[in-house]
């Protein structure tokens, strides 16, 4: 089982859950996992195509999965997956 | 056995060279102007005590030097009295080190006042007096005047960089002062740069603030990125603004070390053009307006910028100073209430529409409209 961090801003769909996790040996059949407990999520992560969306950023082991193998990059049950979105956060 | 109570300046290096402790007894200012490098400066008034406490064993081998040698013969007398019977007077003092034709250190252009100010850094050998000049004629350029670029602010002026640009348009509420230290209760209502402006100047007198009360967008953003300004610092709360900074800072070519928090999660990292990625390599598009809540809609615990400003401030340093290694191609990622820290590898996009290695973005386009936009 791999351990997928959640942000903030995805929280309210894994019920405030920071840290959940998800068995599949590639990210993308670790998501089909993550989806099937926590279906909002889906949509916020992957686009019509099926691929993960631009403003989400994922990192398998604090390496972008993009500079990777995308959703085929493997995970194994040490796998530690950081999910982050952009934030607009600063100072008003 | 006593030794002779003047020595050579010849005499005076061989027995540095065995290990004597070297005291310069001058005063600051001539400190300042030169000096005789790894001597320890302890001022004739307070010389003896220091000496007494710093090498309470009174066979210490210890050169002790002036100007021409007359002050430093008193400290000398002084200290044989205390049974110190290997201090020694360097005869000539600095004017015979000088003739004699070795080199002096100098601490030229910084004051007195500067020198003890700056005391600290200038103890640290990657900053020294050389960098903390470099920091004196450094220009950091903060947008937003709020919760990031309050610690930034203050802790940039403290640290003597000569210029900071502020820009902001909003004026100080009383919901800010949870967490933006640069302002306070009596300033509610000044507008934030002026109120910034006034934190600075009662902290220090060498800096100079510049404001600009305004709200950079596609037509004012190049007027304020050009002038000369070394190191951006990022703590602006809204996405369109951290599109427009970072296409307008890649084509200026100016480092952005960027800043953003939620709730009790921050992150870091630096943006320097061309040698690491940019904001458009980690997001290409920006996240719909749900997924990018701003701390006043979503909150934010109120040390967590105090602490992401304060990194910010540092990698800023680091920049200007050229040290150590900056977070450019790495994002950190700070979670207060995990306590954990986690450092992420960004890598720069080859095909960034601003950045990357075939056919750029050459002016600037409407970031409202951009981020906006519905997600792909």
């Not at chain 2, 404001?211 to 996405?239: C, K, S």
Request: charged share 20%; net charge negative.
């Amino acid at each position: 089982m791999a351990t997928f961090r959640i942000p903030p801003v995805l929280r309210t769909h894994t019920n405030e859950q920071v840290q959940v996790t998800a068995s599949g040996s590639t990210l993308g059949s670790a998501l089909e996992d993550l989806f099937t407990s926590f279906p909002a999520l889906r949509e916020r992560m992957i686009d019509e195509d099926g691929s993960l969306r631009r403003f989400v950023n994922v990192y398998v082991d604090d390496e972008d999965v993009r500079t990777q193998q995308g959703l085929d990059t493997k995970l194994d049950d040490r796998s530690s997956v950081i999910v982050l979105p952009a934030m607009a956060g600063g100072a008003a | 056995m006593e030794s002779q109570i003047e020595v050579s300046i010849t005499d005076a290096i061989t027995r540095r060279d065995q290990g004597a402790a070297w005291v310069d007894v001058r005063e600051p200012e001539e400190w300042a102007a030169s000096r005789i490098a790894d001597t320890t400066h302890l001022p004739l008034a307070i010389a003896v005590a220091r000496i007494v406490d710093q090498w309470p064993e009174r066979d210490t081998p210890l050169n002790i030097s002036c100007a021409s040698g007359m002050r430093s013969m008193r400290t000398v007398q002084e200290l044989r009295q205390l049974g110190y019977t290997d201090a020694v007077n360097v005869g000539g003092g600095i004017k015979a080190w000088v003739a004699a034709g070795h080199p002096v250190e100098s601490s030229a252009g910084l004051t007195p006042q500067q020198l003890e100010r700056y005391s600290r850094h200038i103890a640290i050998p990657e900053v020294g007096i050389a960098g903390q000049q470099k920091l004196l004629s450094s220009r950091v350029l903060l947008l937003g005047a709020g919760g990031l670029g309050s610690p930034a602010a203050l802790y940039l002026a403290a640290a003597g960089v000569g210029t900071i640009g502020l820009v902001d348009d909003d004026v100080v509420e009383r919901s800010n002062l949870q967490r933006q230290l640069v302002h306070a209760e009596s300033r509610i209502g000044m507008s934030k740069v002026e109120s910034a402006a006034h934190a600075l100047a009662e902290i220090n007198p060498d800096v100079i603030v510049e404001p600009y009360q305004t709200r950079l967008n596609a037509d004012n953003v190049f007027e304020v990125l050009d002038q000369g300004w070394d190191v951006i610092i990022d703590g602006t709360d809204n996405l369109p603004t951290r599109y427009l900074i970072n296409d307008a800072s890649v084509q200026r070519n100016i480092p952005v070390v960027h800043g953003s928090i939620y709730r009790f999660e921050g992150q870091v990292t630096v943006f320097q053009p061309f040698e690491g990625p940019c904001y458009r390599c980690l997001y290409p598009e920006p996240p719909p307006p749900e997924l990018a809540p701003s701390c006043a809609e979503g909150g934010v615990l109120g040390v967590l910028p105090g602490i992401v400003g304060s990194m910010q401030a540092t990698e800023a340093i680091k920049v200007i100073l050229g040290i150590g290694d900056p977070l450019a191609g790495r994002l950190m990622m700070y979670d207060a209430l995990a306590g954990t820290v986690d450092t992420l590898k960004l890598r720069r996009d080859t095909e960034c529409p601003a950045c990357g290695d075939g056919d750029r973005l050459t002016g600037l386009i409407d970031y409202e409209a951009f981020c906006a936009l519905p997600a792909r």
